[in-house]
């Protein structure tokens, strides 16, 4: 295979996973729709580049160039960088950070060690302890339908969009067809995938595969070279 992805979950409380991936041959592959935000490094023939991205909602077709490596962090929901907010990042509008002559990172007027796959999660704590990563404790609340007490509903979802940089609804959306694909992945049957996945119909889950994943529900079942969830 020409794309080779691990993921590992973290303890760290603002992080979901620590990733990395490789492309030993240039490989076409599938982004899944997904709520996360992360901090990405890749090394390719033209040096090393640092990438804060955002929610992306609708899957996107990729390529991955023979020789690339990447790892990362994808943030747990409600973590974000404030100088950059999740909502101008939407669908691959990365933000790239400099890099300063000597191989360090520019960031908030201050440079910064690059971080290696083993040691990232220090680089992670380092910027919250700056108070450059920040997360907002009420987004598990109003993503399980509860709202803080004395806080109108729409304040909750300003501070949601703010910290996640989508509304509840779309997150809501992304987590289904989610959870979805990967019953398809696994060889369930399309009728079951319906029933369980909340959907109306075959036609309701196809138009959600299809904007999530870039994917029909048979090309899932069936095996595709490869989609990044």
């Given amino acids: ?60 077709s990729l390529t991955c160039l023979e020789g690339w490596e990447f790892f990362g962090v994808e943030l747990r929901l409600g973590a974000y960088l404030p100088l950059y907010p999740p909502s101008g990042l939407i669908d691959l509008r990365d933000a790239l950070l400099p890099i300063l002559p000597g191989g360090r990172i520019l960031l908030d007027n201050r440079d910064w060690e690059i971080p290696t796959e083993q040691n990232i999660d220090v680089f992670v704590n380092r910027l919250a302890r700056a108070g450059l990563l920040f997360f907002d404790p009420l987004v598990d609340e109003i993503r399980h339908g509860e709202r803080p007490r004395g806080m ?3 304040i909750a979802q300003i501070r949601f969009r703010r910290a996640v940089g989508i509304s509840h609804r779309k997150l809501a959306s992304i987590e289904q067809a989610r959870h979805a694909a990967q019953l398809l992945m696994a060889g369930r049957s399309i009728a079951d995938v319906v029933t369980e996945g909340g959907y109306y119909d075959h036609s309701q889950l196809a138009r959600a595969m299809r904007w999530a994943t870039g994917h029909t529900p048979g090309e899932l079942r069936s095996g595709v070279s490869f989609l990044a969830l």
């Fill in 1 to 60: 295979m020409g794309l080779i992805f691990n993921s590992v979950a973290s303890e760290l409380q603002l992080v979901q996973r620590v990733w990395s991936a490789s492309c030993a041959a240039t490989t076409g592959f599938s982004s899944a729709a997904k709520a996360s935000s992360m901090i990405a490094f890749a090394r390719g023939h033209d040096g090393l580049t640092v990438h804060v991205r955002g929610p992306e909602t609708r899957g996107t």
């Fill in 152 to 154: 109108s509903e729409r």
